[in-house]
């Protein structure tokens, strides 16, 4: 058996219980007090929870960030993945994710402190689900989702996203955006894309145009400057924006100097505390 890959300061393994699947994923909590929010990541395609704890720089973790800024963060391996991959080999489809993480997040809740709410923070593939547990299966407690990575209008054929082709451009962009270690500490990270979600990634186009409009929570998206998964032109973001008719507020923001998997590279650690000041001001609206 391969050794565990190594953890951030701060973080552990942990497992969840999401019905009758069990998760696994790596959570942190803050070193004082109770959390001022409990901050559940969600990782893309054929990576990992470990994605959210980043080793080759000690800027990368969102988890011990989250941690020293008051938060309780939890990202969990997705079904299909991590702990759940032996039992689910072939993965779940999106609303099956998302009735899944939902679960989970009612678990987390069960576990532990939330702080004022739970704000779901999804990368790439994780979106679709996330914002599919918005709209059918939003607990009282969801404060806001925070997606980068994931549009409604994809830049690449679908046969591109079912068969992984050319994934190593289109994940990572200019090398340079990333510190020097990153791809030695990312085959720690990368997993295999269970084959059910591969399937299911080319009914986004269809289901999102039923879903953006029944969510009805504060959303942030984060479109990096070397997005190549998705069109992110101002006129594919405006029309993605007009359908989240019931969120009470929309932010776009661009994240210069960055690839898709913004959370591996040097724009980590503004991109996570920017998601962390939306926290703030979804507990803000809440108060």
């Known amino acids: 058996m391969a050794p565990a890959a190594p953890v951030s300061r701060g973080v552990r393994r942990i497992t969840v219980q999401a019905g009758p699947v069990t998760l696994s994923g790596l959570s942190s909590e803050p070193p004082h007090g109770p959390p001022r929010a409990l901050v559940v990541a969600l990782h893309g395609g054929g990576t990992s929870a470990g994605y959210f704890d980043g080793q080759a720089h000690p800027d990368l973790s969102l988890l011990t960030l989250g941690a020293d800024l008051g938060h309780r963060v ?80 994809l830049a690449v054929p679908y046969d591109q996203v079912r068969h992984g082709r050319n994934g190593r451009r289109l994940n990572w962009g200019p090398l340079s955006l990333y510190p020097p270690a990153t791809f030695q500490a990312a085959a720690t990270v990368v997993a295999p894309m269970p084959p059910r979600e591969a399937e299911s990634a080319g009914d986004w186009e269809r289901l999102s145009a039923d879903v953006l409009p029944r969510v009805r929570v504060p959303v942030r998206l984060t479109f990096a400057e070397h997005e190549a998964w998705w069109r992110h032109g101002d006129e594919d973001v405006a029309d993605m924006v007009g359908r989240l008719t019931a969120a009470p507020r929309v932010r776009v923001d661009r994240m210069p100097g960055a690839g898709h998997n913004i959370s591996l590279g040097w724009a980590a650690r503004t991109y996570h505390l920017r998601a962390l000041a939306f926290a703030e001001e979804c507990l803000r609206r809440t108060a």
């Not at 009612?106 to 402190?113: I, T």
């Not at 059918?136 to 994931?150: Q, R, T, W, Y």
């Open 74 to 153: 939890v990202a969990l391996d997705r079904p299909g993945y991590g702990a759940s991959a032996a039992e689910l080999p072939e993965g779940r489809t999106l609303v099956e994710q998302a009735a899944d993480i939902a679960a989970a997040v009612r678990q987390l809740a069960c576990d532990g402190p939330v702080g004022g709410g739970v704000l779901l923070l999804a990368h790439s593939f994780a979106g679709k689900p996330a914002f599919l547990l918005a709209a059918e299966h939003a607990p009282g407690m969801l404060l806001g989702l925070d997606v980068s990575g994931c549009g409604t209008r």
